[in-house]
């Protein structure tokens, strides 16, 4: 089969079309067809290994998984002996969590794992691009136990993870405030935000919000001191150190709730993702797709950090509808 593969890291050119084997399931697993998955942040940090520290779960010298990649959608080809829930045949959509391997043209996955029926009203691309925003932003919004009428700000609400994260917050009752700049403004509003903020002109202050979910770890720290209520919730979304320091410093001296690590990935939030998007309390929002050819001018696009979105790339035209 074909797969986009890496052996060394660093920029998007050493991401390489190759032809590779193509994977067998075991007894517990699906054969998936892919058809379309996605370049998300985790995908091009994992490329350059950005922050460094990647490298000691992923390999010190060269990436230990060759092939990147961690959400998809596609048919189901065959399974294993033990297989219950699928079938040949079936539509999935899912991640593949630590395992990555979905920029190829077929992946092998554990009937148990994140994966669900493609919600019948999005495309294959549309379906791909679901996964890694929603679980992200389902996880953080969960750990701050986010209550009707509670007020939220979420800065950087036009990525992946913040217009995911506007849109479920709205689904949670709270009353939603988004910021981002001037060419997503009504990008942002469209999603259901109450109030937008532009950051390239608004100066962040006014509402006393219950919680800050900082999806992209840029909000200033000003802004928060301003405007988190006393014994309000901090979600560091992606930190880096100096930030996270600010965060439990300020945790410790302001009496915040401070929420930061790692996004865990759960079984019964695909599904729950699925039912949201199938009542049409929920949409894909999509920037742009590339075919599989040009996965690294799709990592250089990425890499800039102002996708409205996400970024879906096409591994099979022919069934992507
Ligand atoms: N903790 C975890 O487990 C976890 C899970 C998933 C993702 N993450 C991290 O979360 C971060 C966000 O992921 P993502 O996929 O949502 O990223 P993304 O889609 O690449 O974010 C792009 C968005 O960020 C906005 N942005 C850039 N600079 C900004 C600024 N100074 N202020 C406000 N908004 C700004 C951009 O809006 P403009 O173009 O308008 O600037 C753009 O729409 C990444 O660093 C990722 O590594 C962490």
């Not at 100066?203 to 301003?226: N, Q, R």
Request: glycine share 10%.
């Amino acid at each position: 089969m074909k797969a986009v593969v890496y052996t060394k890291y660093g920029p998007p050119e050493v991401l390489q079309l190759k032809e590779v084997d193509k994977p067998v399931p075991k007894d517990k697993e699906i054969l998936v067809k892919i058809v379309a998955t996605a370049v998300n942040a985790a995908d091009w940090r994992l490329r350059k290994a950005d922050p460094v520290a990647v490298k000691l779960f992923f390999g010190l010298t060269r990436p230990k998984k060759s092939i990147l990649g961690g959400v998809l959608s596609g048919i189901v080809e065959s399974v294993g002996s033990k297989v219950t829930r699928f079938k040949a045949g079936d539509q999935v959509f899912g991640s593949t969590g630590m395992s990555l391997g979905a920029y190829a043209e077929y992946i092998c996955l554990p009937e148990n794992g994140i994966v669900a029926m493609k919600p019948y009203n999005l495309s294959y691309v549309e379906a791909a691009t679901v996964p890694f925003g929603g679980h992200t932003a389902i996880h953080f919004l969960r750990k701050a136990n986010i209550k009707p009428g509670q007020k939220i700000l979420i800065y950087g609400a036009s990525g992946a993870v913040g217009t995911a994260a506007i849109q479920l917050a709205k689904l949670y009752g709270a009353e939603v405030t988004g910021v981002c700049s001037t060419a997503n403004v009504d990008l942002v509003k469209s999603l259901g935000a109450d109030r937008v903020m532009d950051y390239t002109k608004d100066e962040i202050d006014g509402e006393h919000y219950d919680v800050i979910f900082d999806t992209v770890g840029k909000i200033p720290y000003e802004a928060v001191k301003k405007t988190l209520k006393k014994k309000g919730t901090w979600i560091l979304g992606a930190s880096g150190f100096s930030q996270m320091f600010q965060g439990y410093w300020s945790g410790m001296t302001n009496g915040y709730k401070i929420i930061s690590g790692l996004a865990l990935e759960k079984e019964e939030d695909i599904r729950f993702l699925k039912e949201l998007i199938e009542k049409g309390k929920y949409r894909a929002v999509i920037d742009k797709s590339y075919p599989m050819e040009q996965l690294s001018v799709a990592h250089s696009y990425v890499e800039k950090g102002h996708k409205k979105g996400n970024v879906g790339v096409i591994i099979d035209e022919t069934y992507n509808q």
